[in-house]
């Protein structure tokens, strides 16, 4: 009888060992299930608080990884080495994603909080019925400057006054295919959703001109940049204006007149994803209305929640530079999934630009 039982405790001391390793090494190679979650976003794009606050509330273990572009985050996907369970893509990759099947359908049942969402950025062409995606955060793409650093009677209120010669060496271009090449496309008149490889020739033609006015093309240390005043016009993202805001006073932020980007970005369950349940649950929390508010409060970007408003500064909720009314963003337009072979070309081109 006692060789019994320690031949029993053996296997199960065993047992336990063998689940503490298994755990280990599922979380270092960035395989979740069990009790672990891993979530793949942008940098800078949420309130680290919160993770623990979720990790505390849940026991569930997130394991954090960062991308700075969407088409780096589809290329890691397909790539199938980590098996991510939430990601941030903005729209037009949930429309390329869900084309080429990666994702899962959101079961709605365990999403309670969706009710919190603004109806104006539910049920989007991209994704409609948001069966793939809800919103995460939303903005423009625009023209951060310093108007402490301008020359003397220089008015920024378009994409052709970034290339007036006296802007020498002044202007840190965001570091997007679609951003960039929509910029010379936009200042052209033309769509940044075009096709046509004439005009996208005339937009690489264009921005080469720019060449001399630019800095540096950078990802998220263009808020550092401009905080310490190191280039007075930033072409970047909405948000990244408003938390500059934060550190630098001077700084401003315009839509440019000729047109520009309304995007989304929204979490979506790659099929790949081992924790299904605990994804929905994580993307419930996020969407609580007093999280939300928390979470925009330090992230800067534009909430889709509605009910988050209310938890947030009014000065903040009311600044039109980021909650725009509906007459401006109707204008602009939303990134359209243009298939494989142009997104290949749009990346060529804005190579070809850097590389000038
Ligand atoms: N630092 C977080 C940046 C996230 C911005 N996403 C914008 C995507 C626009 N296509």
Redo the contacts with the bound molecule.
Sequence with gaps: MKNLMRAFLSVLFVCLILIVVINRLNTVAGFSGGNTLTVFN????IDEELIDLFEEETGITIVYETFDS?EAMMTKIQQGGTTYDVAVP?EYMVEKMVEEDLLIELDHSKLPNMQYMDERFMDLPFDQGNTYSVPY?W?T?GIIFNPTLLPEGEVISGWNDLWDPALENQILLID?A??IIGMGLNSLGYSLNDTDPQHLQQALAKLKELTPNVKAIVG?ENKMLMANNEAAIAVG?S??AADIMWENEAIDYVVPEEGS?L?F?NFVIPKTARNVDAAHVFINFLMDPEVAAQNTEYVS?STPNKEALKYMPEDMVHDERFYPEPELTERLEV?ENLGQRNLAHYNELFLQFKMH
């Design positions: 942008w940098g800078d794009y969407n903005s955060f903005g793409v997007g679609r951003e998220d993202w948000g990244d980007n995007w970005d970007y990134y």
